[in-house]
């Protein structure tokens, strides 16, 4: 089975303009997660959605915004790029949520973003 | 709120050293905990989990034992190789109806020949 996928795999935008990440889960899995991971830390959560619907939001600036589609791939947008936007952005899937876990969470490769 | 500390790295062994990384967390409520693993490159892959207090999660050799009581999820192995150089992550989840993990900082393992 495939894993998680994500486009593209590598991109370079300027200050201010905008940019889309892509995200397919594997299959079977409906929730999808983003992260920032900046070079040297570990990776910080920025979305979950679930079933289409938004289940957690990180502290992240109204500038990122995040969509699930019927097919559970998902979106990634960040408007206003700054120089510090620069990451490697993951996506994770996994099968559902429920409370107490165990949320076992796959990751794709990962989209490098650079801003120049 | 919720907090994962790594031991920080680098950390150099000799191939067939025994390997021990430090982790420990904050939180409330009963979180699941993992390690991940990243390959210079490449994105996470989850390496073990432990879902309740005294569960052992063990994959590849690599071992890690949820203490409740000292609050640590500490990841060892018996014998490295170099293969297994790569930064590791501990991460903790599942509080709330969330998916939301938080990681450490992450720990650079090297082993040399």
């Known amino acids: 089975d495939a894993g998680v996928t994500q486009s593209p795999t590598h991109l370079i935008k300027t200050r201010g303009q905008h940019v889309t990440l892509r995200c397919s889960p594997i299959s079977g899995h409906k929730s999808v997660s983003w992260y920032q991971q900046v070079l040297g830390q570990g990776p910080q959560f920025i979305f979950q959605y679930y079933e289409k619907e938004e289940r957690g939001r990180g502290n992240f600036p109204d500038r990122f915004s995040a969509r699930q589609f019927p097919n559970y791939s998902s979106e990634l947008n960040v408007n206003a790029l700054l120089l510090g936007d620069s990451a490697l952005y993951l996506c994770?899937?996994?099968?559902?949520?429920?409370?107490?876990?165990?949320?076992?969470?796959?990751f794709g490769p990962g989209t490098r973003l650079t801003v120049t | 709120g919720n907090s994962v500390t790594q031991m920080e790295g680098p950390v150099t062994l000799s191939e067939e050293a025994f390997l021990t990384i430090n982790c420990t967390y904050t939180a409330t409520g009963y979180p699941s905990l993992f390690w991940y693993v990243q390959y210079p490159g490449e994105g996470l892959q989850l390496l073990l989990k432990?879902?309740?207090?005294?569960d052992k999660g063990s994959n590849k050799g690599f071992e890690a034992t949820y203490r409740k009581e000292t609050t640590s999820f500490h990841l060892e192995k018996g014998s490295v190789q170099v293969s297994d150089s790569a930064v590791y992550f501990c991460a903790l989840g599942g509080s709330g109806n969330t998916g939301k993990l938080i990681f450490g900082q992450g720990t650079t393992l090297q082993v040399k020949p």
């Open positions: 432990a879902t309740k207090a005294d």
């Open positions: 994770a899937s996994s099968h559902q949520i429920r409370q107490g876990g165990p949320y076992e969470q796959y």
